[in-house]
């Protein structure tokens, strides 16, 4: 827990000097720019960023495979229902069969015996499944902020920025100017781009 309250105050501290570094660079006085000197600063390069969480969840792809993961949750929980309705069956069969009398002591072990080897299958099944859901959902969210990362690389040319941050809740950036948000931008450009590719 130390160590990182340490790296994030180091990675605080960094993004704070870069952005000291960009805010007085250009000035020789130290003056702040106005909002006029940062809007052309925008189109000429220098720092930029993007909500990160609202260009994920309206980002289309994101929808498309969310859609997708709770189908394969929809269906996970439908296999693992079935075979506990199939175990619940077993038990209550088993039960109704010992209190009657209606087995031998030696059937109602082997009963048992196969009723605990399912319900330690079951258990191993939900395991797996839960185990690989999150899996997925892990690859799902790499892939889509790679994908991000990968549109405003091939179109750095035209947000013509040295950085771009992503801000969410919790980062590094704590605070932004609303001149340099671009999320708008980036999110109508991905959708684009994610619209033609899905064709």
């Given at each position: 827990?130390?160590?990182?309250s340490?790296i994030?105050?180091?990675?605080?501290?960094l993004?704070v000097?870069?952005?000291?570094f960009?805010?007085f660079?250009g000035?020789?006085?130290?003056?702040?720019?106005?909002?006029?000197?940062?809007q052309?600063?925008n189109?000429?390069?220098?720092?930029?960023y993007?909500?990160?969480d609202?260009?994920?969840?309206?980002?289309?792809?994101?929808?498309?495979?969310?859609?997708?993961l709770?189908d394969k949750?929809?269906k996970?929980e439908?296999e693992?229902?079935?075979?506990g309705?199939?175990y619940?069956k077993?038990?209550?069969?088993?039960q109704?069969?010992?209190?009657?009398g209606l087995?031998?002591?030696?059937t109602?072990?082997e009963?048992e015996?196969s009723?605990?080897q399912?319900q330690?299958?079951l258990?191993n099944l939900r395991?797996?499944?839960?185990s690989?859901l999150m899996?997925?959902?892990q690859?799902?969210?790499?892939?889509?902020?790679e994908?991000?990362t990968?549109?405003l690389?091939e179109?750095?040319?035209?947000?013509?920025y040295e950085?771009i941050f992503g801000?969410s809740f919790?980062?590094v950036?704590?605070?932004g100017n609303?001149?340099?948000?671009?999320t708008?931008?980036?999110?109508?450009?991905?959708?684009?781009k994610?619209?033609?590719?899905?064709?």
């Amino acid at each position: 827990m130390k160590n990182l309250s340490a790296i994030l105050f180091v990675i605080l501290f960094l993004a704070v000097a870069v952005l000291f570094f960009f805010q007085f660079r250009g000035s020789k006085k130290g003056v702040v720019n106005t909002t006029a000197d940062a809007q052309t600063e925008n189109t000429g390069g220098g720092i930029a960023y993007v909500n990160i969480d609202t260009v994920v969840f309206k980002f289309n792809m994101y929808s498309d495979r969310r859609a997708e993961l709770l189908d394969k949750q929809k269906k996970a929980e439908a296999e693992l229902n079935s075979k506990g309705t199939q175990y619940e069956k077993g038990v209550k069969d088993y039960q109704d069969k010992v209190n009657k009398g209606l087995i031998t002591r030696a059937t109602a072990a082997e009963m048992e015996q196969s009723l605990l080897q399912q319900q330690q299958e079951l258990v191993n099944l939900r395991d797996k499944l839960q185990s690989d859901l999150m899996e997925e959902d892990q690859v799902m969210n790499r892939q889509i902020l790679e994908y991000i990362t990968t549109y405003l690389e091939e179109h750095k040319g035209e947000y013509n920025y040295e950085y771009i941050f992503g801000k969410s809740f919790g980062s590094v950036v704590l605070y932004g100017n609303s001149a340099h948000d671009i999320t708008q931008k980036v999110l109508d450009g991905l959708n684009a781009k994610y619209k033609t590719e899905k064709k």
